[in-house]
C-alpha cells in the first residue's frame, strides 16, 4: 500500500486496537472461571508466538543469536505484568482492572529516570499527582484499604512500565516484530513452566465448546493482531495522537466490562476513572494535540 493509504488507515488501526484490548478484560474474567492464570497465558502466548511468526516470516532472515536472550529478558517482564495482572483480574472487577492497569502509561518516565537518567518533566509530575489521586478514588475503601485483587493490577501496571523500559534499552538495532516473536515465545515458555509446577493442566475446560470463542479471541485477536495494527498505527501516525487513542483502551474496558459484565459504577469510580485517563493523557501527550500548529 502507499503511504498515504497506510496514513489514512492508521488511526483505525489504533482504535481498533483500544477497542479490541478494551473488551479483552471482560472475555479474560470469564474464561478464569473456568481456567488456571497460567495455562491461560501460555496458550495464549504459544499461539501468538507462532501466528506472529508466520506474519512476519519475511523477517526471519534478519535473525541472529542475540535475538534470543533480548526476548527471554523482555518476555520475562511481559510474562511477569500478564502473570500479576491477570491474578488481579481474578480478585477485582474488570473496570477497575483496566483502569488500574493503564497507570503503567503515569510509571514509564520515573523507570525511564532511574534507568537512563531522564528526568520526568512537569507533565509527567502533574500526571502522576492526578494518577494517584484517582487510583485513591477507584481502590480505596473508607477504611483507606485497598483490596488484593486492586494491588496485584498496580503492581501488574509497574511490571508493564517495567518492560516497556526494557524494550526500549533492548530493541534499538533489532527488528521489533521478530523480537516480539520471541518475547511471546518466552513468555509462553516461562508461563508453561510455572503452570506444570503450580497447576492442573485444564484438559476438560478446554474441551467445552464455550471457552473456544473467547480462546481464539484472546489468542488472534487480543494478542496477534491487536499487537500488530499497534506496531503498524503507532508507525504512520504522530506520537501524540496514537497515545491519545491508544489510552481509550482504558474506557472501553470500563464501557465493556458496564454493559456485557454488569460491572457496577459509583459516581466515586466515575471520578477516579477520569483522573487516570486525563493522567494518562497528560503523560503521554503533555497535551500537545491542544496546542496550535506554527
Known amino acids: ?20 484490548w478494551g473488551t ?3 472475555i479474560m474474567k470469564n474464561a478464569l472461571d473456568v481456567m488456571p492464570v497460567f495455562f491461560l497465558l501460555a ?11 508466520l506474519a512476519a516470516w519475511r523477517k526471519w532472515r ?3 543469536l542475540d535475538y534470543l536472550w533480548r526476548g527471554a529478558a523482555i518476555g ?3 510474562f511477569l505484568a500478564y502473570s500479576v495482572q491477570t491474578f488481579g483480574l481474578a480478585q477485582t472487577t474488570p473496570s477497575k482492572n483496566a483502569f488500574l492497569t ?10 525511564t529516570w532511574a534507568v537512563v537518567k531522564v528526568r520526568p518533566d512537569r507533565y509527567n509530575i502533574a500526571a502522576a499527582l492526578l494518577c494517584v489521586t484517582g487510583v485513591g478514588l477507584v481502590s480505596l475503601t473508607e ?14 501496571a509497574l511490571f508493564y512500565a517495567s518492560h516497556i523500559v526494557a524494550v526500549a534499552k533492548v530493541s534499538p538495532g533489532k527488528d521489533i516484530t521478530l523480537l516480539t516473536v520471541f518475547q511471546f515465545a518466552f513468555a509462553a515458555l516461562y508461563a508453561w513452566i510455572c503452570g506444570a509446577c503450580t497447576e492442573t493442566f485444564p484438559a476438560a475446560a478446554l474441551s467445552d465448546p464455550a471457552l473456544l470463542l473467547p480462546m481464539v479471541y484472546l489468542c488472534v485477536m487480543a494478542t496477534t493482531v491487536a499487537l500488530l495494527f499497534q506496531n503498524v498505527g503507532q508507525f504512520w501516525s504522530d506520537p501524540a495522537s496514537a497515545s491519545v487513542i491508544l489510552s481509550l483502551e482504558s474506557v472501553f474496558g470500563v464501557a465493556a466490562s458496564v454493559i ?8 466515586r469510580l466515575l471520578a477516579g476513572f477520569a483522573l487516570i485517563f486525563v493522567a494518562v493523557v497528560c503523560s503521554e501527550t503533555k497535551f500537545s494535540f491542544l496546542h496550535k500548529k506554527t
Do not use: E, H, Q
Open 260 to 267: 456485557f459484565y454488569g460491572d457496577p459504577v459509583t459516581g
Open 1 to 20: 500500500m502507499s503511504p498515504k493509504t497506510m496514513r489514512m488507515l492508521a488511526k483505525p488501526m489504533l482504535f481498533s486496537a483500544a477497542l479490541i
Open 43 to 53: 496458550i495464549r502466548f504459544t499461539a501468538g508466538a507462532v501466528l506472529l511468526s
Open 102 to 111: 493503564a497507570v503503567y502509561c503515569v510509571l514509564v518516565p520515573f523507570l
Open 143 to 156: 477504611d483507606l484499604t485497598i483490596n488484593t485483587g486492586d494491588l496485584l493490577t498496580l503492581c501488574g
Open 24 to 26: 479483552s478484560f471482560f
Open 76 to 78: 520475562g517482564f511481559l
Open 62 to 64: 534478519k535473525f541472529t
